[in-house]
Every structure is written in C-alpha cells, then in structure tokens.
C-alpha cells in the first residue's frame, strides 16, 4: 500500500467552525488529490496539487481551501463548515497526472 | 472521460473466478480503463489499468475487447476478502480526475 496517512480519521465539528484535514505521504510523490465521497454522488475532486505552493481547483472547490508547503503534506480547509460538507474525505496521492492515483484510508467529517 | 456502465451487483461464490463486465462504448483511443475497488469504510483500492493489451498482476486480470468497447476485471480465485464496490473507470491520459460512478456491489459468498 502506499504511504498515505490522514489525519483525523474522524471528525465531528459544529456548523461555522474552521475545519483542516492533513493527507501526509512518505513516497514523495508529485501530485495529491483531495476529494469526497457522498452517496449517490461517487468521489468528486476538490483541489489537488501538482507541487509545493502549486494547487487547482477541482470539480467541487466551492468552500474549500489548500495548501501545501512541503511535498509531503497537503492540507484542506474548510473555513466555516456547513451541514452540506458532512462527508467522507479521501486524500490521493500520483507521481504524475498520467500515472496511477493511490487513495489513502479517509476522513469521515460530520458537521451539526 | 467516457462513460461506463457495470451491473449493480454480483455475487460469486468462494474459490471461483470473479468476472466483473463493465461497457465503454464511447471509449476514445487515448483513455485507458482503470479498476479500483472500494472495501466498506476504506479508501478506493488500486486494482489494475490497461489501454488495448489484455493484463494480469498479482490481484487480477483484465481482458479490453477488441473494439474497447467493453472489458471484464478477473479474480482468478475469489476469496471473502473481495467483497467490496468495484469501480471500472475509463480515463485520459494527463486527466487530473478520476470519475467514480456507482460500481459493482460483488458479495463473495463461502
């Protein structure tokens, strides 16, 4: 499996409160991926990174913020989280965009 | 990113062949298709990916028709380990998303 850690693995968060999920990963690979998973919906892309300080926007960026500092961390932000954010966040890891996306074990973030 | 289309669910028996179809027929010549499973609470698994050759790792194999229209993932063996979603995706090269539709539910039953 590759070396992709998530941290928290669950979290549970008030309406309007800042939010950040950290993806750390040990094969120093070029390209991170956030998404997230809802029923009925399969995983949407939310941001990803194709290097330090480098980041796009994905297919479902609004409310949303990245940043990565160091190659092996990347971080999501959510800055005042919504009922609508509760879901399960997988951080995914490439060496490059025509190669491979391995996933790491999740975040499940419950927002009340 | 072409559309797939796989049955919602299977089931297979202990010890035999998972054979798992999923239908491409808007594949075009530069998108590969890729298979991922998904074991309940975990994150999406790395099965195998092919463009036109048939290919086998030590998890699966994957037979792409000649016309790429359509493909079948196989586990040679399957074991209760393999319940789980499986996700057939067909992707271009240098695509920064991977889209994720509905799968196959596969329950392996002893």
């Known amino acids: 499996d590759a070396g992709i850690t998530q941290s928290p693995r669950h979290k549970v968060t008030e309406t309007g409160t800042p939010v950040t999920l950290r993806c750390h990963q040990t094969?120093?690979?070029?390209?991170m991926y956030w998404y997230r998973q809802d029923p009925g919906h399969g995983l949407r892309l939310i941001h990803y990174?194709?290097?330090?300080?480098?980041?796009d926007k994905g297919e479902v960026s609004d409310g949303y913020s990245v940043s990565r500092s160091k190659t092996e961390d990347f971080l999501l932000t959510l800055e005042s989280a919504t009922s609508s954010q509760t879901s399960v966040y997988f951080c995914?890891?490439?060496?490059?965009?025509?190669?491979?996306?391995?996933f790491g074990p999740g975040t499940r973030l419950l927002v009340l | 990113d072409a559309k797939t289309t796989q049955p919602t669910s299977m089931d297979c028996a202990e010890g035999r062949a998972a054979n798992l179809p999923c239908n491409h027929s808007t594949i075009s010549g530069n998108e590969y298709v890729y298979w991922y499973r998904q074991i309940h609470s975990q994150g999406p698994q790395y099965i195998i990916h092919?463009?036109?050759n048939n290919e086998t790792n030590e998890m699966a194999s994957l037979i792409i028709t000649e016309d790429r229209k359509s493909s079948t993932l196989i586990l040679p063996h399957a074991t209760l380990r393999d319940t789980a979603v499986y996700y057939c995706i067909v992707r271009a090269t240098g695509a920064n998303n991977l889209f994720f539709g509905t799968g196959t539910r596969l329950t392996v039953i002893p």
């Open positions: 995914a890891i490439s060496v490059d965009l025509r190669e491979t996306q391995y």
């Open positions: 092919g463009l036109k």
């Open positions: 990174s194709y290097g330090v300080k480098d980041t």
């Open positions: 094969e120093n690979h070029r390209y």
